[in-house]
């Protein structure tokens, strides 16, 4: 998506912050800010690299009704592009019989394996609090070992229970 389309986007949709609709509207400059489909940052085509930054980032970005996306770190807000979903599970913690959910925004969560989907194409999701979730860096790696083609897609074999994983394809815009 382009500056412009992203200017455009985000004047469109209603729930955008009055604040930065006037700017937008005044012609304030946009800089590309981009989150990757494997939640890696990009300003400008250059990534992120200083950490914290990384980790503010992910807990500052959220969607509007609208579908736009948008870095809120009050009292400013800024539109940034999106590829596929803006939430990431970055590693699986397993207990006893239980296993937890990290996500790079700091949540930590109960897996459940019903909400576990594949795009059909190279991703693995779930939904966490009523957002898509992807799957990334050692969270996708676990799990990867755990499933196993089978005639009509994929299963999860995953502490001793098998579960069919479902082929959905993830909304990029609005988030379900």
């Known amino acids: 998506m382009s500056l412009n ?12 912050p009055p604040g930065l609709r006037r700017a937008l509207q005044a012609g304030a400059p946009l800089e590309a800010i981009h989150l990757d489909a494997r939640g890696r940052w990009w300003h400008e085509g250059e990534p992120f690299v200083h ?11 959220h969607q509007t009704p609208g579908g ?6 009050p009292p400013y807000s800024y539109p940034v592009t999106v590829e596929k979903t803006g939430r990431f599970v970055h590693r699986i913690l397993r207990t006893d019989g239980s296993s937890r959910l990290c996500t790079y925004d700091g949540r930590e969560v109960l897996f459940d394996r019903g909400a576990l989907f594949t795009d059909g194409v190279d991703g693995l999701f779930t939904v966490i609090e009523g957002h898509t979730a992807r799957f990334v860096e050692d969270a996708w790696k676990t799990l990867s070992l755990c499933m196993e083609q089978v005639e009509d897609g994929w299963v999860l074999d995953w502490q001793g229970q098998r579960s069919p994983i479902q082929k959905e394809a993830a909304s990029d815009s609005p988030d379900p």
């Open 68 to 73: 736009t996306w948008l870095l809120t770190i």
């Open 51 to 61: 950490p914290r930054l990384i980790q503010l980032f992910h807990r500052s970005l």
């Open 5 to 16: 389309e992203l200017r455009h986007r985000a004047l469109l949709d209603p729930d955008t």
